[in-house]
T-cell receptor, first 113, second 116 residues
Framework: NAGVTQTPKFQVLKTGQSMTLQCAQD?????MSWYRQDPGMGLRLIHY???????DQGEVPNGYNVSRSTTEDFPLRLLSAAPSQTSVYFC????????????FGEGSRLTVL | GNSVTQMEGPVTLSEEAFLTINCTYT??????LFWYVQYPGEGLQLLLK?????DKGSNKGFEATYRKETTSFHLEKGSVQVSDSAVYFC???????????????FGKGTKLSVIP
């Protein structure tokens, strides 16, 4: 019953550092996505993928890169972290595009100093 | 563009009280509407949904009716429990085709605390 697994759960970076947030799902879902959650802002879509090799931008894509080489994995890369990227990041997947329920991971809390 | 507005929190209720969390939306066409719940330290979980006008979504004693005339999708529960303490998010998905169908637009969330 792994579902959507995100790592790491917590991370502290310095401005300018790079890192990758990992997301893996074991439900054979075609659709995967990354959201960020900020106080008073709700969740906002960063990037999404409708299948291996296919990605697209969401509402707030700047400063983030993604790739989808397998159905299971959808990593989110921060190339040069900025304090404005301090947030909680959620990966979510769905079995059906676009009607299916979104299944969320437990989140990754990132602090950029 | 699409937007979701939900009532500001936090909301504090006594156990067995009646709960209403208001949600209104702005969208063209016929969006699908959702309520998600986030328990402390966890990701979001789908609570209920409605895909067309006058549909009622229900789950775990919670209900919400898709009202197109008032562009609303208010969440209600007749008798809350301590275990209902969580953050509740209203969300919409624009439709079943096109780029908008891949994106959920979320409200800011309403934190509910239920005290014994």
């Amino acid at each position: 019953n792994a579902g959507v697994t995100q790592t790491p759960k917590f991370q502290v970076l310095k401005t300018g550092q790079s890192m990758t947030l990992q997301c893996a799902q074991d439900m054979n879902h075609e659709y995967m996505s990354w959201y960020r959650q900020d106080p008073g802002m709700g969740l906002r879509l960063i990037h999404y993928s409708v299948g291996a090799g296919i990605t697209d931008q969401g509402e707030v894509p700047n400063g983030y890169n993604v790739s989808r080489s397998t159905t299971e994995d959808f990593p989110l890369r921060l190339l040069s972290a900025a304090p404005s990227q301090t947030s909680v990041y959620f990966c979510a997947s769905s079995y059906s595009i676009p009607r299916g329920e979104l299944f969320f991971g437990e989140g990754s809390r990132l602090t950029v100093l | 563009g699409n937007s979701v507005t939900q009532m500001e929190g936090p909301v504090t209720l006594s156990e067995e009280a009646f709960l209403t969390i208001n949600c209104t939306y702005t969208a063209t066409g016929y969006p699908s509407l959702f309520w998600y719940v986030q328990y402390p330290g966890e990701g979001l979980q789908l609570l209920l949904k409605a895909t067309k006008a006058d549909d009622k979504g229900s789950n775990k004693g919670f209900e919400a009716t898709y009202r197109k005339e008032t562009t609303s999708f208010h969440l209600e529960k007749g008798s809350v429990q301590v275990s209902d303490s969580a953050v509740y998010f209203c969300a919409l998905r624009k439709g079943y085709s096109g780029a908008g169908s891949y994106q959920l637009t979320f409200g800011k969330g309403t934190k509910l605390s239920v005290i014994p």
